[in-house]
């Protein structure tokens, strides 16, 4: 195993796309990284850019144009990769009952929203499908 992949594996960065939403997942998403939650105490940080990520949060029912623009910005996101459906939305549609096409996510975390302590558990398993 290189250093770089090791690195990665250590302290994986993250990246938060929305798919058309409410916006309270993507405020609990952030409120990880605050100093209530501080995710950054398991080595997570959150990246402006989807070519420097390796764990991409995935928020929103997913409408079909916000959907193809997801995938597009997923795609830049260099392997190996996981992605965490947050919310009740990007798992089953939600609330708003969209059945577009998803990006299939590796961990779900089911909520509505989810607390921040439920996003962080989410995060944890990521890692460890990182680490395999």
Same mark, same amino acid.
């Given at each position: #195993?290189?250093?770089?992949?090791? @690195?990665?594996? &250590?302290? *994986?960065?993250? =990246?938060?796309?929305?798919?058309g939403? /409410?916006?309270?997942c993507?405020? $609990? /998403?952030?409120?990880c990284?605050?100093?209530? =939650?501080?995710?950054?105490?398991?080595?997570?940080?959150? !990246?402006?850019? *989807?070519?420097?990520?390796?764990?991409?949060?995935?928020?929103?029912?997913?409408?079909?144009?916000? @959907? $193809?623009?997801?995938? #597009? !910005?997923?795609?830049? !996101?260099? $392997?190996?990769? @996981?992605?965490? %459906?947050?919310?009740a939305?990007?798992?089953?549609?939600?609330?708003?009952? /969209?059945r577009? *096409? &998803?990006?299939?996510?590796k @961990?779900?975390?089911?909520? /509505? *929203?989810?607390?921040?302590? $439920?996003?962080?558990?989410?995060?944890? &398993? %990521?890692?460890?499908?990182?680490? &395999?």
């Amino acid at each position: #195993m290189n250093l770089i992949e090791l @690195v990665r594996k &250590r302290s *994986p960065w993250v =990246y938060i796309i929305s798919q058309g939403t /409410c916006n309270g997942c993507e405020l $609990e /998403c952030l409120a990880c990284f605050a100093p209530r =939650y501080d995710i950054e105490r398991l080595g997570a940080k959150l !990246v402006r850019s *989807p070519r420097h990520a390796d764990i991409v949060l995935l928020t929103g029912c997913g409408t079909e144009r916000a @959907v $193809e623009k997801a995938r #597009m !910005v997923f795609e830049q !996101v260099p $392997e190996p990769k @996981v992605a965490v %459906a947050v919310g009740a939305c990007a798992i089953n549609g939600g609330i708003f009952k /969209c059945r577009g *096409p &998803r990006i299939e996510a590796k @961990v779900k975390v089911e909520g /509505c *929203p989810p607390s921040p302590d $439920e996003i962080i558990a989410g995060l944890k &398993r %990521a890692i460890e499908c990182l680490k &395999r």
